[in-house]
């Protein structure tokens, strides 16, 4: 069972190149998330989507653009990427109902921006 | 708005007892969870509390309480594959944004 497979694992980018964060998940889950995570700041949440066609804004939205491509699939894309946006981001994915709510995480792609 | 606060380190011994804190402040709350991570893994669920009380899951426990706004995560018998960091997180009323505390690092000494 694969879970939450995002790739690539690790990528380097120069400074105003673009590229996009692949997640795909098999586990049927309604609701799909992009965090990114930096030395002492935690996760923060980027963007999610509730369900298939639709998408919102979390807590760190800007300079990344989402695509919920079907159930399985949701992208990040950075259009222009810029030094801080170095870090390590992770997909997720979960079934919510109302006995809980948990979160599969991807192993995480680690970016650096240079 | 939503943040979190949790201790940043807690240092403890083998077979001891900890207790990790977490104070959340939502604009709608949904429930309290606890995840693990380990250094250069990604984070697993531990537990999940939407009533207040206490949850058991075998060496690990979650408490809350909706009216104080807190949280806390109980870790027995520690081991020191317990070293990892553990995250609080708050999921929203409309029940699909969850936000993730900074953390508290555990160490476990020998």
């Known amino acids: 069972n694969a879970g939450v497979t995002q790739t690539p694992k690790f990528q380097v980018l120069k400074t105003g190149q673009s590229m996009t964060l692949q997640c795909a998940q098999d586990m049927n889950h309604n609701s799909m998330y992009w965090y990114r995570q930096d030395p002492g700041m935690g996760l923060r949440l980027i963007y999610y989507s509730a369900s298939e066609g639709t998408t919102d804004k979390g807590e760190v939205p800007n300079g990344y653009n989402v695509s919920r491509l079907n159930k399985r699939e949701f992208s990040l894309r950075l259009e222009s990427a810029a030094p801080s946006q170095t870090s390590v981001y992770f997909c997720?994915?979960?079934?919510?109902?109302?006995?809980?709510?948990?979160?599969?995480f991807g192993e995480g792609s680690w970016l650096t921006v240079v | 708005g939503q943040s979190l606060e949790q201790p940043s380190e807690v240092t403890a011994v083998e077979g001891a007892i900890v207790q990790i804190n977490c104070t959340y402040q939502?604009?709608?709350?949904?429930?309290l969870s606890w995840y693990q991570q380990h250094d250069g893994g990604a984070p697993t669920f531990l537990s999940y509390n939407a009533l207040d009380g206490l949850e058991e899951t075998g060496r690990f426990s979650s408490f809350l309480s909706r009216s104080d706004s807190y949280g806390y995560l109980l870790l027995q018998e520690l081991q020191m594959k317990d070293s990892a960091s553990y995250f609080c997180a708050v999921r929203d009323t409309g029940g699909f944004k969850t936000i993730f505390g900074a953390g508290t690092r555990l160490f476990v000494k020998a």
């Open positions: 997720a994915s979960s079934h919510l109902d109302h006995s809980g709510n948990t979160i599969y």
């Open positions: 939502t604009s709608g709350f949904y429930g």
